[in-house]
């Protein structure tokens, strides 16, 4: 399929390198986050998630670590594979609203 | 069914037609969701519906654009004498209401106004 987003910041890593994708969100009131990976052709697919009231959270493979003093969230990939090769994104939302606003995404390149 | 499905995945359309885009969300999610994602830009919000409220439509670009939830469930997005600049993935995805695990999404709906 095609790909979205062409004009994407782009992250290049080898295979088998760490990858660290880096988000700053708006609203100092959101409450809650989620890491998204969107392949191509496909619809964006929910990765991890964290509530603001912890700095870390950990998944398979993922951590997403959340500094609320400067806005700003980071997703890390360990022995990053060619199958992680997508577009990622973060969202935010508060508490109250499903409304979430999304990153303008960052496309990652896994160098075999 | 299992996920989310939107139809059709691709339309071309002439300058001036009127397209309807459907989604069929995930069975029991009262909640349900249109974005729209432009090339090198982010995902927009463009309407919400959740359960018999009324929806949230503050996203919608111009009055040319138009949803529907019927039954609670399948949901149409109408876009009228479409422009160029309509050219997009439109992206829908569903929720319960009171999950905090975020939306699923369908695979989207490409666009292209030529």
């Known amino acids: 399929g095609e790909s979205v987003g062409l004009h994407l910041p782009t992250l290049s890593v080898q295979e088998g390198d760490n990858s660290i994708i880096n988000c700053a969100y708006s609203?100092?009131?959101?409450?809650?986050f989620i890491w998204y990976k969107q392949e191509s052709g496909k619809g964006p697919q929910f990765i991890i998630d964290?509530?603001?009231?912890?700095d870390k959270r950990q998944g398979q493979r993922v951590t997403v670590l959340l500094n609320k003093t400067v806005k700003h969230l980071s997703l890390q990939i360990a022995a990053t594979q060619p199958g992680d090769s997508a577009v990622y994104f973060c969202?935010?939302?508060?508490?109250?609203?499903?409304?979430?606003?999304f990153g303008t995404g960052t496309r990652l390149k896994v160098l075999a | 069914g299992a996920g989310v499905s939107q139809s059709p995945s691709n339309k071309v359309t002439e300058k001036g037609k009127d397209v309807e885009l459907r989604c069929d969300p995930i069975?029991?999610?009262?909640?349900l969701y249109w974005y729209r994602q432009s090339l090198g830009q982010g995902l927009e919000f463009l309407i919400y519906?959740?359960?018999?409220?009324?929806?949230?439509k503050s996203g919608l670009p111009s009055d040319r654009f138009s949803a529907e939830r019927t039954g609670g469930s399948v949901s149409t997005l109408t876009i009228q004498r479409t422009q160029q600049e309509d050219s997009a993935v439109y992206l829908c995805?569903?929720?319960?209401?009171?999950?905090?695990?975020?939306?699923?999404f369908g695979s989207g709906t490409r666009l292209t106004v030529v």
């Open positions: 995805a569903s929720s319960l209401i009171g999950s905090h695990y975020g939306y699923t």
């Open positions: 609203n100092s009131a959101s409450d809650y």
């Open positions: 964290i509530r603001s009231n912890m």
């Open positions: 969202a935010e939302t508060s508490s109250g609203t499903y409304k979430y606003i």
């Open positions: 069975s029991g999610h009262t909640a």
């Open positions: 519906f959740q359960g018999n409220s009324a929806p949230d």
